[in-house]
């Protein structure tokens, strides 16, 4: 009794209400998937036993065992194996009982719960009692799990027409996955400004229908690009999305771990003969070679979720890209690891091109021509730090803001908000020009001051508004792995007031010889 008592206390997340009147004993619990986004496999029940309570007679104790639903294998390629991951049921019949719920064959530790299916909260560490297992008591009849907070089909399509009554925001019809369900595209620019010398950005999200955080990752970013703030204005000014939030709207829908409803893993499906390609990495590549017949996309994000407790790019090797390619990729990790404190150089990860992902499908058309990269967000706690912040809408709608950030950055999409100004533009006596292969900088070059003092002038366009502008160098730092808080960053220099619209011109002094010099950035903090 003791025993029971105290597990009682530790259940935070889920309160054990003690009022009511005794369950009846003979109601089984039942499981079922049967809903938006719903999974489970096979259930083992064992029969209800009492144990004696705190101030009651006794309490119903079940114990049951619910799988996490294997994937349908993949008809093309009987070596993949399967995967299983997700989990998203209902369990009914279970008020007034303590549940002792088994999950073997998936990740285990904080998962979500609902009363409603609608609502859902992490559930408290104190709730997994030993591995694979949680010990719960619900104060309410029906209760839902999901291995992450679940982002459903009819999320998607509520959001998107929503998003679609934007007068920035164009949605189309891409093409139909296996079962039919439309493919959305939403194609986000300010139409008052011609798409002529806009650059183009294409982002996707979650072909893995396990990968929720991914999908609340983008959905964050497409209410950023959208906002009446001044820097989404810019960035609508400046650059067309192509975005397609739900490419695997069957596996979202039947709530599949890694793939379609067929068994196909779209992130593996890019090097197939078109008769066995699915249709929905069909209708992506379709799209993608048809708009890049105008203009190929300058960046292409594909958004994931990984199990490891961290988030990282999957940066390509020079060897099997260019270097050119990877210092650019490595870059733009570098501006994301300076806007968040949910990303850190020793988490970036490494990998090879392949031509069955996407990166490698537009690296073998377009090149350098276009960034194409993974992007991972994490399910559980951020910088491998269970006693640190867990994922939750919340962080990955912060998260979300850096991504945009770094973006912004790295294509200089800010206009006046976030104004780049690169030093190669630029002359300057006492500068020594340089290309290390070893360092991270933005263009081509960087400088180095021949000596303390050595006077750089940077200048803004004749367009910059009247306002007050922080003031930030690159420090171009060491292009590797691993590299330490001071360098790869924008260090701020200070503040800038324009008093009225015109030419800027910003000098810098070298602090030292050796100090290095590469971009500058402008960040408009004030109306003056
Ligand atoms: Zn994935």
């Known amino acids: 009794m003791n025993r029971i008592r105290s597990l009682l206390i530790r259940l935070g997340a889920v309160v054990w209400i003690a009022a009511g009147s005794q369950p009846d004993a003979s109601a089984q619990v039942t499981a079922s998937a049967d809903f938006d986004n719903g999974s489970m496999g096979r259930m083992r029940l ?12 006794s309490i119903g104790v079940v114990s049951l065992e619910v799988r996490s639903r294997v994937d349908p294998a993949d008809p093309y390629d ?14 009914q019949g279970v008020k007034e009982r303590l549940l002792l719920l088994r999950i073997p064959n998936t990740e285990l530790e904080r998962p979500f719960y609902s009363y409603d299916g609608r609502s859902y909260r992490r559930m408290d560490a104190g709730a997994l009692i030993r591995p694979q297992t949680l010990l719960v008591a619900a104060e309410r009849d029906t209760l839902y799990f999901a291995y992450f907070l679940p982002y459903t089909h009819e999320r998607h399509t509520t959001k998107a027409e929503q998003w679609s009554r934007s007068p920035y925001v164009v949605c189309r019809e891409i093409g139909r996955s296996g079962g039919g369900v439309p493919l959305t595209m939403l194609v986000v620019t300010d139409p008052e400004v011609p798409d002529v010398g806009k650059r183009r950005v294409w982002i996707h999200s979650r072909v893995h229908p396990s990968e929720a955080p991914a999908a609340w990752h983008l959905e964050a970013m497409i209410e950023e690009l959208l906002a009446d703030r ?10 067309v999305f192509h975005i397609v939030p739900e490419p695997n709207p069957d596996g979202v829908i039947g709530g599949y771990s890694r793939t379609t409803a067929e068994g196909i893993n779209l992130e593996t499906d890019w090097d197939r003969p078109d008769s066995l390609t699915s249709p929905e990495v069909a209708a992506l590549k379709r799209l993608l070679a048809l708009l890049a017949d105008e203009q190929p996309m300058d960046v292409v994000l594909n958004l994931h979720s990984q199990r490891a407790p961290f988030v990282t790019y999957w940066i390509h090797t020079p060897e ?13 990790s570098a501006l994301t690891i300076g806007h968040t404190p949910y990303y850190r150089p020793i988490d970036q990860r490494f990998s090879t091109l392949d031509p069955k992902y996407a990166e490698g499908w537009l690296w073998k058309r377009y090149g350098e021509r276009t960034l194409a990269v993974t992007f991972e967000t994490t399910y559980s706690y951020y910088n491998a730090d269970p006693q640190g912040e867990w994922v939750s809408a919340e962080n990955l709608a912060e998260l979300a803001h850096s991504s945009l950030l770094a973006l ?3 294509l200089d999409l800010g206009g006046e908000e976030r104004l780049l100004l690169d030093c190669e533009a630029e002359a300057g006596r006492g500068w020594e020009t340089r290309s290390d292969d070893d360092r991270l900088y933005f263009g081509d070059s960087f400088r180095i001051a021949r000596r303390k003092g050595a006077a750089f002038t940077y200048s803004a366009p004749a367009t910059l508004p009247a ?11 060491a292009l590797a792995a691993r590299f330490s808080e001071g360098e790869n960053r924008w260090k701020p220099l200070g503040v800038t007031i324009r008093k009225r619209r015109g030419p800027l011109r910003f000098r810098y002094r070298a602090a030292a010889a050796g100090d290095p010099l590469d971009a500058v950035l402008l960040v408009r903090i004030a109306d003056e």
């Open 46 to 57: 064992s029969a209800e036993t009492r144990r004696p309570a705190a101030g009651r007679d």
């Open 78 to 91: 009987p070596k993949a194996w399967p995967n299983s991951r997700w989990f998203h049921f209902r369990l």
């Open 230 to 239: 001044p820097l989404s204005r810019q960035l609508r000014r400046n650059t």
């Open 320 to 332: 099997s890209s260019s270097q050119q390619m990877y210092r650019r990729k490595m870059l733009l």
């Open 408 to 410: 912004s950055d790295l």
């Open 467 to 477: 306002g007050r502008y922080e003031v930030y160098k690159w420090v171009p730092g």
